[in-house]
């Protein structure tokens, strides 16, 4: 393995001023990335109206009071959306666009978009809320933590608690990045690490959006490296619960609530603690030895992310590729049998997002690193790893039942 130059073909040589370069004696490797990202792959819509709050809060598992009250103004969540099997419609996030929190801008993934206008047309019935589609109206940008061009140093969560979530010191810099204050911003309400999310008029420039060019890729690739699922891409709508795309963990789930449409088989699977399908991260590598030493790497990386390096390496496969297909099976193997426990569903060169059987992927509970699983049809194993913001096996009765912020 060696060095990447790029992690996708559209950002280019331009890669390189993304991440700075690092040395490590066991690997070498790169520090975070540096980008704005204009995100283009979303559906927007505006729900506006007098009822919007109520009618939002019987349909989504995020608790939109709690949004409007936790500050002095309303902030960003992350919420999916339900149907009466307690299936994901969609999933994502839920902006508001005034104090009054009478519109609401809802920013989802594209591929069931029209079904989302579908079904809250359905139980609109007659609450006053409109419901328009606006996504020529807005731009979904996103900020990672040092965005060099722009002027914006965005400190760890450790130091923007101390503002999160309305980040009104924000507002003393914007000057050098927009000429015009963005309609919503915040942390991202699933992991702040991600960076920065706001959304402003579709006509609004910006000091180095061309920097923005081509990085929604690398945006991608830090997601993928923090193992945050994308409902559409990382699990199908329709047929998956909340809990596989692992919503209860990234604050997309309240369970103090009152009720609200799926509620009862989202309650029914958190009281009994029972979820046996999660997507997680995992690390690519030819042998055993090599592979747990990455995902050693990539914990630390987690633990200590302004001092550690991020072990992401190209790889070279036998046919050719340059990371393992999406799909790709994944089995566990000992003396005795070999045991299907998941399946591929995003990579880019040794990291990947894999859909897995939890209890055979981490037999030890409590830890962090997995056992090597073995790639169907390659001499590759993929190493599982829970993120930084999984709960441990000590606390994950008492955090899984609760939405942060609340008690």
Known sequence: MYMIP???????????SYFEKRSSNAMSCWRSPRFLASLHDRYLLKLSGKDTTK????????????????????????????????????????????ESCEDWLIDVHPSTGSELVKHLQ?????????????????????????????????????????????LERMDQIWSDFVPDKPTVYSLDPRVSRLGLRFYTSIHTKYQGQKEAQGSEELYHVWRMIYGIPEGGTDYSFLNSLPFEGNLDYLNGI??????????????????????RKRIAPVLF??????????????????????????PIQTMELENGLSTVPVNS????????????????????????????????????????????????????????????????????SSQKATFSGET
């Not at 709690?66 to 149907?83: D, E, I, R, V």
């Not at 419901?131 to 400190?155: A, F, G, H, P, R």
């Not at 060169?349 to 073995?374: Q, W």
Request: one cysteine or more; charged letters at 20%.
């Open 329 to 396: 099976q994944l089995f566990a193997q000992n003396d005795k049998a070999t045991k299907a426990v998941g399946y591929i569903t995003s990579s880019v060169y040794n990291i990947g997002l894999a859909r897995l059987d939890v209890a055979s992927a981490f037999p030890n509970g409590s830890s962090v690193i997995g056992i090597p699983l073995n790639v169907e049809q390659s001499k590759m194993y993929a190493i599982p790893l829970k993120p930084f913001w999984w709960p441990r096996e000590d606390m994950e």
């Open 55 to 98: 009618f939002l809060q019987g349909l989504i598992t995020q608790n939109v009071e709690l949004l409007t009250k936790q500050s002095q103004k309303p902030t960003l969540g992350y919420t999916g959306f339900l149907n009466k099997r307690g299936r994901l419609i969609n999933q994502g996030f839920l902006a508001p666009l005034s």
């Open 122 to 166: 359905l139980f609109r019935l007659r609450s006053k809320v409109e419901i328009s589609n606006v996504s020529d109206s807005y731009s979904v940008w996103l900020v990672s933590e040092y965005c060099s061009k722009t002027s914006i140093l965005l400190i760890y969560c450790n130091q923007l608690s101390r503002v999160a979530p309305g």
């Open 285 to 310: 590598a030819k042998e055993k030895d090599k592979g747990l030493e990455i995902a050693q790497a990539m914990n630390h990386f987690y633990e200590c992310p302004n001092d550690a390096i991020c």
């Open 254 to 275: 309240s369970f103090s609530k009152g009720c609200y449409l799926g509620q009862e088989t989202t309650a029914r699977v958190n009281y009994t603690g029972v979820v």
């Open 6 to 16: 790029l992690l996708y073909s559209k950002v280019g040589n331009s890669f390189n």
